[in-house]
Antibody, heavy 118, light 107 residues
Framework: EVQLVESGGGLVQPGGSLRLSCAAS????????MNWVRQAPGKGLEWVSY????????YYADSVKGRFTISRDNAKNSLYLQMSSLRDEDTAVYYC???????????WGQGTLVTVSS | DIRMTQSPSSLSASVGDRVTITCRAS??????LNWYQHKPGKAPKLLIY???TLQSGVPSRFSGNGSGTDFTLTISSLQPEDFATYYC?????????FGQGTKLEIK
């Protein structure tokens, strides 16, 4: 069974940093592209970042480019999102999602809440 | 960036109704269009990918269609568990933008 479990969320002050993790199981992690997607309170889904299975190809949304860094450790079946220079508008539930057919996200974790507030 | 616009933004319907949600892209692409269902407090769920391919395990009452700039998600006969928010997403280019969502409510 495919499982994705996010962790690392919490309360952080504006300008601070946080590292999210996503532990994957039930599939051959290195063979799959991965994504981070977020949902701010009362808002819709927003795609944040993508990393290929090998880690060679990475993309970011403009709203996080230069502040967030996606990475993965295939030996540990783990995906990461290093977030820095956090802003109020980064407050959201962050989901990790496995890449599927046609660039879709076919499996999602339950999400971890990041709150940026002073 | 490709902008995705869904209509309607909200919809009231009854169990057994046939419902169609539309997604329009700001520029044309082939069929890199996906549909998701999202319920509060739950993980989003992929319903349809590549415009019309049903994700494994998704009931056949869900169907997708379209190419170019106009896409649709149809639920043929609404069930109580289908009341949720639905999102389209293009995966043709980055950023992989979502529509703003369509909230489907019980009438």
């Amino acid at each position: 069974e495919v499982q994705l479990v996010e962790s690392g969320g919490g309360l952080v002050q504006p300008g601070g940093s946080l590292r999210l993790s996503c532990a994957a199981s039930g599939f051959s992690f290195s063979h799959y592209n991965m994504n981070w997607v977020r949902q701010a309170p009362g808002k819709g889904l927003e795609w944040v970042s993508y990393i290929s299975g090998s880690g060679d190809t990475i993309y970011y949304a403009d709203s996080v480019k230069g502040r967030f860094t996606i990475s993965r450790d295939n030996a540990k079946n783990s995906l990461y999102l290093q977030m820095s220079s956090l802003r109020d508008e980064d407050t959201a539930v962050y989901y990790c999602a496995r890449g599927g057919g046609s660039g879709s996200c076919n499996y999602w974790g339950q999400g971890t809440l990041v709150t940026v507030s002073s | 960036d490709i902008r995705m616009t869904q209509s309607p933004s909200s919809l009231s319907a009854s169990v057994g109704d046939r419902v169609t949600i539309t997604c329009r892209a700001s520029q044309t692409f082939s069929n890199f269009l996906n549909w998701y269902q999202h319920k509060p407090g739950k993980a989003p769920k992929l319903l349809i990918y590549a415009s019309s391919t049903l994700q494994s395990g998704v009931p056949s009452r869900f169907s997708g269609n379209g190419s170019g700039t106009d896409f649709t998600l149809t639920i043929s006969s609404l069930q109580p568990e289908d009341f949720a928010t639905y999102y389209c997403q293009q995966s043709f280019s980055t950023p992989r933008t979502f529509g703003q969502g369509t909230k489907l409510e019980i009438k």
